[in-house]
């Protein structure tokens, strides 16, 4: 009995661990089970505790259990429907002020009575009474509490003003006034989120272990990329050091990725490039640390657009996070509602709407589908391995809807200008956060490290004693910067406490033995050496043709690199190309030549030769990479199969996918088949391809189940 006692938690906890892993798909949705979105991930976030009056949240959970998934549980942090907090329902007293407001005193507002929270301790202990209990008790073990949102522009309501007070221990200062009360505002932000995920976090936790569950917690957050270029502070990297934090999921999509950006001069969409480096700096969060990601794409976004315009950069995006080859868990959508029930413009040029074309539902749940399947890779993007870019959390610490004190950084460029011109030259550039120096992993494969503090400054100075013994032991660091901006001067550990610097970067260079005030040139350090460029990077961007200077010294640090104008990844029997526009380096198409099944096609066609053009992305099916070329299988399919049956002369599967849409499937036969049934279905049909031995299969969708029975 003894043995059994002690035996059974460490059963319980791999059976847990093994569940956990099976969770590789999931998506959210604040609705119930419906034919129309039944879209067979492994697992549903059912989102918020109020967020749907006609089906309280059990009923919910039940639906799509009773349809076999996983339940787990999504709202928001910084905003949802607690209108029963606001209006004093919960305790008796009104808690408007509680809402973040800007300097003209107007609530920041996600809907009607529901503000942008400023998270009081009291709001916390609403929100684990009221959000958080409800849902264990349901027996939900997976929490995700969304977006933790302080907008840079909402530093004025009395509630942030109590909070400076707690925090700083003296009296709350306008941040429009200065660079510093700007920087200490956003870091008091950044703060409170940090201090509010802890609190939601722990809690669950210990709840979960009092009724016997281990209630694991995610952050799905917005790249530190854009809500820097948004305008909006979160605690992103920092979460890492919260024991209570399970993961993140990456919410990066069209939305976030069509954000404008310079370069050579020019202000515009470049969303491919955009979202690469989202996803990369979500990636770079967790990969020193071990905790799970889930990378999210959107096959439409928040704002009206086309459906053209959906399609479009919907590739782009998918096509950017699958480039992160050990990235393997994935958010495949976020509510399936809208983008099954939806009406949106079939033109940009019409007023015309209607629900979501066929031909793009069933090119999207081929994409889908192959999430499920999409293995882990050591494979690298083609390309120069190794230059990096810091990225701090202070990024969004420095941002202000106005220019305070002549600091203005358009469009984040200071960032932009260290990774778009060697993204443009196809370099797979990586991000290193500065707040994740500290592991041995970080450094794994970096060999030069691009660093500005023109638009972030250091939190501690332990980063800089990492930093230094990486160019000691043999790396090449290129900073870049004029070091005059007015947050240099701001009351931090480097003018503090027996440090005297008047700027973060003398203290790294003092590590090192080099001038305090280095001058623009090279110098070194160890086996490693220093480039100081003595311009912000944001003039590689802002100017035509401005980037000359980081690109000489990139090649100078590196070696000979090599430049093109596309990026190619092979992930098992999947190959993703991208090919970037503005001819940077050749307005050449990349032609890839084989054996492919074209998944961005509906029809998925077998094509010999893939030509991917500039400002084109593409996803194929290697079938030449296929590990056993006689076993029967589906290679690619607009829904997911299960029980599959194989004999030596038979293969039967049921396959599944949301209603009111069109299913193909191609499936690889050792032969042609002499027999195909495909039950409840009146219209179907198939054709077989000698060349590649497989079997084009087309039916309706039916989220019921439908038999097929193939047999040769």
Known sequence: MKLRIALLPIFLLLALNCMAQREKTTFQTSGQWKPVTDIRSDAVMVYGVNDNRRYPFPERVKSWRERGYTAHFMTGIAWGQYQDYFTGRWDGKWHMDEGQKTMRGDTIMHGELVPYIVPSMNYLRYFKEKHIKPVIDEGIDAIFLEEPEF???????????????????????????????????????????????????????????????????????????????????????????????????????????????????????????????????MESMTRPTGRKMFFLTDPIEDRAKDWDDYKRNYQATFTAQLLYPQIANYEVMPWPDRIYEGLYRVSANSNERAHIPRFYSTQMQVMVNTLNEMPLSDNKVSGSQGVSVVMANSLMFQRSPQPVEGYDDPQLSNFYGLALPLVKRGVPVSITHLENTGYPDTWKGVKVLLLTYSN???????????????????????????????????????????????????????????????????????????????????????????????????????????????????????????????????????????????????TLPVLSQKIVKPGEQSFLYNLDRLSNKKKAQVLASASRQENEQRTSRSFSFTSKSPADTDNVMRILLPREPREVSVDTQKDWKWEWDKASRTMLLRFENNPDGVHVSISW
């Not at 979160?234 to 919410?251: K, N, R, T, V």
């Not at 400054?457 to 007015?486: F, M, S, T």
């Open 456 to 602: 972030m400054k250091p939190l501690d100075p332990e980063a800089h004693q990492h930093i230094a013994e990486w160019v000691r032991r043999g790396g090449r660091l290129i900073y870049c910067g004029r070091d005059n901006d007015a947050f240099q001067n701001v009351l931090e550990w480097w003018n503090q406490n027996g440090n005297h610097f008047t700027a973060p970067s003398q203290h790294l260079f003092s590590l090192m033995g080099m001038p305090q005030k280095a001058e623009a040139g090279e110098y070194r350090y160890g086996k490693g050496t220093v480039c100081v460029i003595r311009q912000d990077p944001k003039e590689f961007v802002l100017n035509a043709g401005g980037d000359a200077a980081l690109l000489a010294a990139v090649r100078q640090a590196y070696g000979k690199i090599e430049e093109k104008n596309s990026f190619l990844l092979e992930r098992g029997p999947y190959v993703l190309a991208a090919v970037v526009d503005e001819h940077v380096v050749s307005d050449q198409p990349l032609v890839l030549t084989g054996h492919y099944i074209d998944l961005f096609d509906p």
């Open 151 to 281: 907008w840079a522009r909402g530093g004025y309501s009395e509630a942030f003003q109590r909070e400076w007070q707690d925090y700083y221990g003296f009296a709350w200062r306008p941040q429009h006034e200065s660079a510093e009360n700007t920087y200490l505002s956003n870091k008091l932000k950044y703060h409170l989120y940090y201090r509010a995920l802890d609190e939601a976090f722990t809690y669950a936790k210990q709840y979960g272990r009092e009724k016997g569950m281990n209630v694991r917690c995610y952050v799905p957050t917005h790249s530190l990329l854009n809500y820097s270029q948004w305008q909006i502070v979160s605690p992103e990297a920092s979460l890492a050091s919260l024991e209570s934090c399970d993961g993140y999921i990456a919410q990066v999509w069209t939305g976030t990725s069509r954000e404008p950006n310079y370069y050579n001069g020019v202000a515009k969409e470049r969303v491919f490039e955009t979202a690469f480096l989202e996803y990369g700096c």
